[in-house]
């Protein structure tokens, strides 16, 4: 059974650039879409954007001037990169397989944006 | 975007009766290749997402039976037949017939 894992920092200072990594194991990254997906602090889910194992992207457009994901089939992982964050980028974090169909996903890792 | 649009917001239901979620979709979701990328997932509390149904009707490996999808263009529906104690959650529908993808806000089960 594949299982992903999110990692990095929780804590973020406004302007900056918020860095997660998710960690695929179980199976290979190859072959595969893989997705982000977010959720502000008690309320629904935001679909971010994906990556392709080949490396071709796709982001949602409210997003796509500040995401950047990046893959590593070396390392079986795959990343996201999103510069100049206010607060409104606190939330949890999810990766997941897939661009839509999203069978799998990590368990989630809360990033805060504060000073 | 295509908004997803979910009711009711808040489902009080007795153990073991049936619930019912709606989820409109502001244009059809038949996709250009005739495949419905309708999707539902359920998140209990403190837990992450996951995909119970798939392209409208098909249940998920290991999804209890008394979860169902039906629906076509831009009507869905997510029926349990008996709610459980373990389906207290938040169920979401989320398209992927156009993009960008896009999840409906959310509907809270719990028991009554």
């Known amino acids: 059974q594949v299982q992903l894992q999110e990692s990095g920092p929780g804590l973020v200072k406004p302007s900056e650039t918020l860095s997660l990594t998710c960690t695929v194991s179980?199976?290979?990254?190859?072959?595969?879409?893989w997705s982000w997906i977010r959720q502000p602090p008690g309320k629904g889910l935001e679909w971010m954007g994906y990556?392709?194992?080949?490396?071709?992207?796709n982001y949602t457009p409210s997003l796509k001037s500040r995401l950047t994901i990046s893959v590593d089939t070396s390392k079986n992982q795959f990343s996201l990169e999103l510069s100049s964050v206010t607060d409104a980028d606190t939330g949890v974090y999810y990766c997941?397989?897939?661009?839509?169909?999203?069978?799998?996903w990590g368990q989630g890792t809360l990033v805060t944006v504060s000073s | 975007d295509v908004v997803m649009t979910q009711s009711p917001l808040s489902l009080p239901v007795t153990l073991g009766q049936p619930a019912s979620i709606s989820c409109r979709s502001s244009q059809s979701l038949v996709g250009s290749d005739g495949v419905t990328y309708l999707h539902w997932f359920q998140q209990r509390p403190g837990q992450s997402p996951r995909r119970l149904i798939y392209k409208a009707s098909n249940r998920d490996s290991g999804v209890p039976d008394r979860f169902s999808g039906s629906g076509s263009g831009t009507e869905f529906t997510l029926k349990i037949s008996r709610v459980e104690a373990e389906d207290v959650a938040v169920y979401y529908c989320m398209q992927g017939s156009h993009w960008p993808p896009t999840f409906g806000g959310g509907t809270k089960v719990d028991i009554k």
């Open positions: 990556i392709y194992y080949s490396g071709s992207t």
């Open positions: 997941a397989r897939g661009r839509w169909e999203l069978p799998y």
């Open positions: 179980g199976g290979s990254i190859s072959n595969y879409y």
